[in-house]
């Protein structure tokens, strides 16, 4: 009897596809989506779970990748859970940190001429510019699409941001960050961030996580039904004349 070979469905055919714009896909999603699993990606790229795991094994040998365990929110399940890859500082360089040794340098200079005061400063007055930009968009959407209008503007900057929700506020989780080597070594830049998403939400806020301390995702929490009275100053007015 003559042995027929069985045809490949359609999603089956991507298993065998295996080349640079799959794996880049595959970073890229990991990059917008922050940590996923093998499974998660095989569903949101359409490819057989194991020619993610090809890719993941690739892109793993580069660098580009690491895989973790997954953080555990509530009891932990039977089983072991699935392993999530991340992205590393070197996958992170892939999609561009430009001139970090030049803005490394010139901080490190503000720092020895005018203390970590300058260096704050310079983080604020960095910001200000996008500050003004985005406060007219956000202060006219309801209040409901305020975190969600500030994301699509980190994005439209590069920080690929999204919003998550869950029962005690929202989250903005922004999976790039163009400046997460810099602010590794001068965190005043996340701070001065996390006083202007305070400013233009008009809410508290709190930094839970950030890309320059060798987190995943940076994430903010914005908590429900906590609207300041007042608003702090604009990062303009706080600027030393």
């Known amino acids: ?21 799959t794996r880049e896909r595959v970073a890229t999603t990991i990059m917008e989506n922050g ?36 953080r555990v929110r509530g009891p932990r399940g039977r089983g072991r859970p699935a392993k999530v890859f991340v992205i590393t500082d070197t ?3 892939h999609f561009g940190h430009a001139y970090d040794t030049l803005a490394t340098d010139a ?30 968009l956000i202060d ?37 960050c163009p400046v997460a080597h810099v602010a590794g070594e001068f965190p005043h830049l996340c701070e001065a961030e996390t006083e202007m998403f305070s400013r233009l939400l008009g809410t508290h806020v709190q930094r839970l996580a950030t890309i320059a301390n060798g987190d995943g ?14 608003a702090p100053k604009s990062a303009a007015e706080r600027l030393p004349s």
């Open 1 to 21: 009897m003559k042995n027929v070979r069985p045809e490949a469905g359609p999603r089956e055919t991507s298993s065998i596809v295996d080349d640079a714009p």
């Open 91 to 93: 996958g992170r360089d």
């Open 107 to 136: 901080l490190r200079f503000v720092e020895q001429s005018g203390g970590d005061d300058a260096v704050a400063a310079f983080a604020r007055q960095r910001l200000a510019l996008f500050e003004e930009r985005v406060r007219p």
């Open 140 to 176: 006219a959407a309801a209040p409901a699409d305020r975190a969600k209008v500030l994301a699509e503007a980190l994005t439209g900057d590069g920080y690929a941001a999204s919003i998550e929700s869950n029962a005690s506020g929202e989250q903005i989780c922004q999976h790039h």
């Open 35 to 70: 940590p996923s699993t093998a499974a998660a990606l095989a569903e949101r790229l359409g490819l057989t779970p194991a020619a993610v795991r090809r890719h993941l094994d690739l892109l793993l040998d580069e660098g580009v990748l690491e895989a973790r365990e997954p």
């Open 217 to 230: 995702i940076c994430t903010t929490h914005l908590p429900h039904q906590t609207s300041m009275q007042t």
